[in-house]
Nanobody
Framework: QVQLVESGGGLAQAGDSLRLSCQAS????????MGWFRQAPGKEREFVAK????????DYADSVNGRFTIARESAKNAVYLQMDSLKPEDTANYYC?????????????WGQGTQVTVSS
């Protein structure tokens, strides 16, 4: 059983940067591809970014490509989401997720989320 805890959310202004962190425990970190998802009020949860087990492959949603960067640090069992040039439409609850399959559509483990609010 993998536990995921997100942190780093908060208030930002348009153009600012935030860095989200996700701490994993309870499993072998290198067995899991990691992803970030977000859900805005009244909207469905959407994919943001993902990274393969050893960090060699990443993928991003078109809406964040070029502004967000996902990275993982195996020594700390952590995955990060660096968010630059934030926009008000990035406002959402951001979730970290883990799955053993990089191409998984439905991830096995989820964190509780961290709120990001971007004002114009």
């Amino acid at each position: 059983q993998v536990q995921l805890v997100e942190s780093g959310g908060g208030l930002a202004q348009a153009g600012d940067s935030l860095r989200l962190s996700c701490q994993a425990s309870g499993g072998t970190f290198s067995r899991y591809a990691m992803g970030w998802f977000r859900q805005a009020p009244g909207k469905e949860r959407e994919f943001v970014a993902k990274i393969s087990r050893f960090g060699g492959t990443t993928d991003y949603a078109d809406s964040v490509n070029g502004r967000f960067t996902i990275a993982r640090e195996s020594a700390k069992n952590a995955v990060y989401l660096q968010m630059d040039s934030l926009k008000p439409e990035d406002t959402a609850n951001y979730y970290c997720a883990a799955d053993q399959v990089y191409t998984a559509v439905s991830y096995e483990y989820w964190g509780q989320g961290t709120q990001v609010t971007v004002s114009s």
